[in-house]
């Protein structure tokens, strides 16, 4: 026997989907073009990233270049510099996630 194929329930499936994916493409969208900076605590460095954690600027301070800093100083602000930026990304995307598919599950 032929099983019986309901049009309405494949229409209606169909339709969530667009909307699903329309959705994803604006939070993707949204995502790029959000900007989280953070410093790092000894002000030295400041990152700027999107919310999807590109990066976008990093910015050595002046103090930064002055006599006595060494290398070593400056490669610590700058990795707990890039860490927090990339934390406070994905912070800011989890935000923005939630607000645009509060209707759904969460983040996998």
Do not use: H
């Amino acid at each position: 026997m032929p099983r019986e194929i309901d049009e309405r329930f494949i229409e209606e499936a169909v339709e969530r989907y667009r909307k699903i994916d329309a959705m994803l493409a604006e939070f993707n969208q949204a995502a790029k073009s959000m900007e989280v900076s953070v410093r790092s605590p000894d002000g030295l460095v400041e990152i700027v990233v999107a919310g999807d954690g590109s990066f976008r600027d990093v910015i050595i301070s002046d103090e930064a270049l002055e006599p006595g800093r060494t290398a070593r100083e400056l490669s610590r602000a700058v990795l707990t510099a890039c860490t927090a930026a990339a934390d406070a990304a994905e912070w800011a995307r989890r935000k923005l996630y939630e607000e645009t598919f509060r209707d759904y599950g969460p983040l996998p």
